[in-house]
């Protein structure tokens, strides 16, 4: 085969402007919602950070995801779900008293999917941890096996679900990083309501994208994950712990 | 004369009681109630959905909870926002589009353990 020069220049030229163009620039805005024929894929990580600085003593994260997912109570704490909670921490020298929100960490190695003896407990290819409640027996293994006390039993029959959310009395259930709401674009109820009536201490993004602002942020400041030692990689990152 | 008159009455009482057992055993039996409230066409021909709609829904359930595919045509939100009842907004009750196919059939279905029988709200429609 031979190139004359013209042909020679017109590639020349292409390849270059291909190479110019690939760093840094998007063409399709990668934050839009996928469309509802594109699987979740692998490039994509979902995560979430957490700055316990801005982190008040408020609930507005837990009103919020419970509002969004339909979790409702019987007035009984010991057996009600809970997809998140304030945790409080204090340092019994010094009284320094700390209050972070924990759920669902979203691991790249989740121990729930390990132990789960019918494959109800998976990790979707975005990384977002999920319960299939048509498989699960709710043998509560993975309550057991989850390192961050995040999954819940459902005890007693539930009504009044949301269309989006289904819930039903006999299967284990945890934070789903709202994941109805990723599919369409949007961020976790959570950190919607944080940023608005909240200390705006949580962000969400894809983990996995260079020029995602939570991507930035971890590159640049320091963070740690809750329970390192045990290498599971989570999603979910804290700050000032 | 009177073995043929014995004979007629019995012809006459075994019809009239073949049509009274099934007139009472259509009494008994709940038919089902198909009352279609919204949209002009399903999603497939009615013989197809009477068939084969729980295999649609079966593969549709995991297409979407394991790949993250909403897509709109078998999803069990979109079949209860179209079937839902005027009256209840409930694809399940008495008259319900669900239910009574399902108790005259006699087949239980486990969908509305979890999921809402519920139609949505029009803006929630609107959002997908």
């Not at chain 1, 024929?37 to 009103?63: H, N, P, Y």
């Not at chain 1, 949301?162 to 789903?176: A, F, L, Q």
């Not at chain 2, 197809?48 to 593969?59: K, N, P, Q, S, Y």
């Not at chain 2, 079949?79 to 059939?105: I, K, N, W």
Request: glycine content about 8%; hydrophobic content about 35%; proline content about 4%.
């Amino acid at each position: 085969m031979s190139l004359d020069r013209r042909q020679f220049l017109a590639w020349g030229t292409a390849a270059a402007a291909g190479a110019a163009l690939v760093p840094g620039l998007r063409l399709i805005e990668l934050a839009q919602a996928r469309s509802p024929q594109e699987a979740a894929s692998a490039l994509q990580r979902w995560g979430l950070l957490i700055d316990i600085t801005k982190c008040t003593d408020c609930e507005v994260c837990v009103t919020a995801c419970h509002e969004e997912n339909g979790v409702s109570g019987h007035g009984r704490p010991e057996t009600d779900a809970q997809w998140i909670r304030k945790v409080s921490l204090r340092d019994k020298r010094t009284g320094y008293a700390q209050a972070l929100p924990l759920m669902c960490q979203h691991c790249e190695h989740p121990p729930c999917v390990d132990v789960c003896p019918t494959g109800a407990s998976f990790r979707r290819d975005d990384g977002i941890v999920l319960v299939d409640k048509h498989t699960c027996i709710g043998c509560r293994y993975c309550v057991m096996a989850c390192p961050y006390g995040a999954r819940s039993f459902v005890h007693e029959a539930v009504s009044g679900q949301k269309p989006d959310v289904p819930r039903g009395k006999g299967t284990v259930e945890s934070c789903t990083l709202c994941v109805h709401r990723v599919d369409r674009g949007e961020i976790p109820a959570c950190v919607e309501a944080c940023n608005r009536d909240g200390g705006n201490a949580m962000a969400f993004g894809d983990l996995n994208d260079s020029c995602a602002e939570i991507r930035g942020r971890l590159r640049r400041e320091h963070s740690s994950q809750i329970r390192a030692d045990l290498a599971l990689n989570t999603g979910v990152r804290y700050q000032g712990l | 004369m009177m073995r043929f008159a014995a004979a007629v009455l019995a012809v006459v009482l075994s019809v009239a009681g073949i049509a009274g057992a099934r007139e009472t055993r259509a009494s008994r039996v709940a038919m089902p109630v198909i009352k279609i409230e919204n949209g002009e066409a399903c999603v497939a021909p009615a013989e197809e959905m009477r068939r084969d709609h729980m295999t649609f829904l079966l593969h549709q359930r995991d297409r979407t909870l394991r790949q993250g595919l909403r897509e709109p045509r078998f999803s069990l939100k979109n079949c209860v926002d179209c079937h839902a009842s005027r009256e209840t907004g409930s694809v399940l009750g008495q008259e319900g589009f669900c239910s009574s196919c399902h108790a005259y059939a006699a087949v239980s279905m486990d969908c509305f353990e979890c999921h809402t029988p519920l139609r949505r709200s029009g803006a929630a429609r609107a959002r997908r």
